[in-house]
């Protein structure tokens, strides 16, 4: 057993090796956030918070390598001929409409001059520790792109197709009578997504959809599957940032063998 295990642990590491002198792989990354805050959470969401401090200095990280912040309208613009992609592209998007994203997250990254995606689960607005419908409707105004994290946060891939539909249906509809400008993109639930939920989000008019998978998107990603790197409450400051950004880079990598 031990000669088994010394073996795989020499593959692995040859593996790596390889994957890290592969070319740079081609694509924009897409990061996942949910908070942005001192608060403490409570245990087991501990995870999702990251201090206004940190995020403040990961937006200077971004902006000195030379990365410009894009909504993911503008990446399906781009998909379709419209208007080109800056040269290095990134998408930065909020998870579940807490809001902090409107108090602590929207100042900060209006200080540097950057855009975000806001997923929202419809149900929760106005609710302890969640956004309000006339924060939502200002942050559109302020240039961030609103997207749907369904009515009840649901594992879409768990549910039957009525319940999927109408998840995916009021949510949208609920945001755009409230006079929001149409919804293009999903974040499924806990990442959790399969090629029957594809069908469904054409049928219901989104364009986008994010994923919890890893690695780099380009034009040619399925809009309905783009890869996204979560951004954990850091423990080692920037250099774990930096590394969250090297797993996306190492995950595309690997899709590329």
Same mark, same amino acid.
């Given at each position: 057993m031990r000669i088994i295990g010394g073996a795989i642990f020499i593959l692995c590491g040859i593996l790596a090796a390889i994957i890290f002198f592969l070319p740079e792989p081609e694509g924009f990354p897409i990061l996942e956030y949910h908070q942005v805050t001192d608060k403490e959470l409570d245990p087991g969401f501990e995870i999702y918070n990251v201090p206004p401090a940190d995020f403040a200095e990961q937006l200077d990280y971004l902006q000195a390598e030379g990365y410009t912040t894009i909504t993911l309208k503008d990446f399906m613009y781009a998909v379709r001929g419209y208007r080109p992609l800056?040269?290095?592209?990134?998408?930065?998007?909020?998870?579940?409409?807490?809001?902090?994203?409107?108090?602590?997250?929207?100042p900060i990254l209006e200080a540097h001059k950057m855009t975000a995606v806001i997923y929202v689960i419809t149900n929760e607005l106005g609710k302890k520790n969640y956004l309000k419908l006339d924060e939502l409707k200002d942050m559109e105004k302020r240039g961030l792109e609103i997207g749907s994290h369904t009515s009840d946060h649901l594992d879409l891939t768990a549910e039957d197709k009525i319940t999927q539909r109408r998840q995916l249906r009021e949510s949208k509809i609920f945001l755009e009578w409230s006079g929001l400008e149409p919804i293009c993109s999903l974040s499924y639930p806990n990442g959790a997504f399969n090629s029957e939920l594809e069908e469904l989000l054409r049928e219901e008019n989104y364009l986008t959809a994010v994923t919890g998978e890893?690695?780099?998107?380009? %034009?040619?990603?399925?809009?309905?599957?783009?890869?996204?790197?979560?951004?954990?409450?850091?423990? /080692?400051? %920037?250099?774990? /940032?930096? /590394?969250? %950004? /090297?797993?996306?880079?190492?995950?595309?990598? %690997?899709?590329?063998?």
């Open positions: 800056p040269e290095k592209p990134i998408v930065l998007t909020f998870d579940d409409g807490y809001s902090d994203n409107y108090k602590e997250m929207l890893a690695g780099l998107n380009t %034009l040619e990603t399925n809009p309905y599957e783009l890869y996204r790197v979560h951004i954990r409450k850091p423990r /080692f400051g %920037l250099t774990e /940032f930096k /590394f969250r %950004l /090297f797993k996306a880079k190492f995950f595309a990598k %690997l899709k590329a063998l």
